[in-house]
T-cell receptor, first 114, second 111 residues
Framework: DAGVTQSPTHLIKTRGQHVTLRCSPI?????VSWYQQVLGQGPQFIFQ???????GRGNFPDRFSARQFPNYSSELNVNALLLGDSALYLC?????????????FGNGTRLTVT | QKEVEQNSGPLSVPEGAIASLNCTYS??????FFWYRQYSGKSPELIMS??SNGDKEDGRFTAQLNKASQYVSLLIRDSQPSDSATYLC???????????WGAGTKLIIKP
């Protein structure tokens, strides 16, 4: 079975631009979460979606938005990019939104903002 | 105080020895605990999950949870050079659906 797939793998953008990152979960997984990981730190929670509804949102500005589609794939959008948005963006899927449902990560999208 | 704390390392362990990684957390309401391994430039990979006090073994890995003392640990027996990576501890507090992560411990297994 295919794992979590993310696209693109790498992206270079200029300050002020916007970006869309895409994620396809493991087949059968209905929950998708997005995390931001800056070098040397653990991942920081951005969003969780379950059955196309937002279930959780981390401490990120409104420039960050996301959605989940009927096939459970997801998009993360970031507007008005800042240099500080440069990071590895991780998508993770899980069977459910429950507390005991482990996350399975994709390979990530490396975003560089210049 | 950070919500989830780990020693950043690096922790250097001889090949074949036991590597011991520790993690403490601040929220007593935390309910689920996970260990992830992350190789440089790669995404985190789930190693172990533990939900109740005590030990949980899976192959060379043993996770230990002590909710009274608010710590969770990971033991790696017969350490191999391929175990060299950063090990991330993640905790689900139960108040919402997010995981809170430590900054990770870098483990180096010396041949």
């Amino acid at each position: 079975d295919a794992g979590v797939t993310q696209s693109p793998t790498h992206l270079i953008k200029t300050r002020g631009q916007h970006v869309t990152l895409r994620c396809s979960p493991i087949s059968g997984h209905k929950s998708v979460s997005w995390y931001q990981q800056v070098l040397g730190q653990g991942p920081q929670f951005i969003f969780q979606y379950y059955e196309k509804e937002e279930r959780g949102r981390g401490n990120f500005p409104d420039r960050f938005s996301a959605r989940q589609f009927p096939n459970y794939s997801s998009e993360l959008n970031v507007n008005a990019l800042l240099l500080g948005d440069s990071a590895l963006y991780l998508c993770a899927s899980s069977l459910s939104a429950g507390l005991n449902s482990p996350l399975h990560f994709g390979n990530g999208t490396r975003l560089t903002v210049t | 105080q950070k919500e989830v704390e780990q020693n950043s390392g690096p922790l250097s362990v001889p090949e074949g020895a036991i590597a011991s990684l520790n993690c403490t957390y601040s929220d007593r309401g935390s309910q689920s605990f996970f260990w992830y391994r992350q190789y440089s430039g790669k995404s985190p990979e789930l190693i172990m999950s533990i939900y109740s006090n005590g030990d949980k073994e899976d192959g060379r890995f043993t996770a230990q949870l002590n909710k009274a003392s608010q710590y969770v640990s990971l033991l790696i027996r017969d350490s191999q050079p391929s175990d060299s990576a950063t090990y991330l501890c993640a905790v689900n507090r139960g108040s919402n659906y997010q995981l809170i992560w430590g900054a990770g411990t870098k483990l180096i297994i010396k041949p």
